[in-house]
């Protein structure tokens, strides 16, 4: 099980942008595909983007255009850039693995508050 620790987010204002931060405990090759999800207050948790090993990558359509990914593998990170961020983005944000997602397994999120 690969550990995982999301970092980065805050409170910031409608249109504005943040980056996001995916370390995790071991070599990010290693990962065939790293997801983000995000859970909105009162709501379930959602599917957001994954990035494969491959540097395939793949958004939900309400960030399309928005929100884009990279990584570095050096630093074991995968970023989720946030651009023109709207107030329907306010949600914890999760990074996660197929490995994780099958036990369930979901670190503490960090929390992305956007104000109109």
């Known amino acids: 099980q690969v550990q995982l620790v999301e970092s980065g987010g805050g409170l910031v204002q409608a249109g504005g942008s943040l980056t996001l931060s995916c370390t995790t405990s071991r070599s990010i090759d290693t990962i065939s595909v790293i997801h983000w999800y995000r859970q909105p207050p009162g709501k379930q948790r959602e599917w957001v983007a994954y990035?494969?090993?491959?540097?395939?990558?793949n958004y939900v359509d309400s960030v399309k255009g928005r929100f884009s990914l990279s990584r570095d593998n050096a630093k074991n990170t995968v970023y989720l850039q946030m651009d023109n961020l709207k107030p329907e983005d306010t949600a914890v944000y999760y990074c996660t693995t197929p490995f994780n997602l099958d036990s369930n397994s979901w670190g503490p999120g960090t929390q992305v508050t956007v104000t109109s």
């Open positions: 990035l494969t090993d491959k540097r395939i990558r």
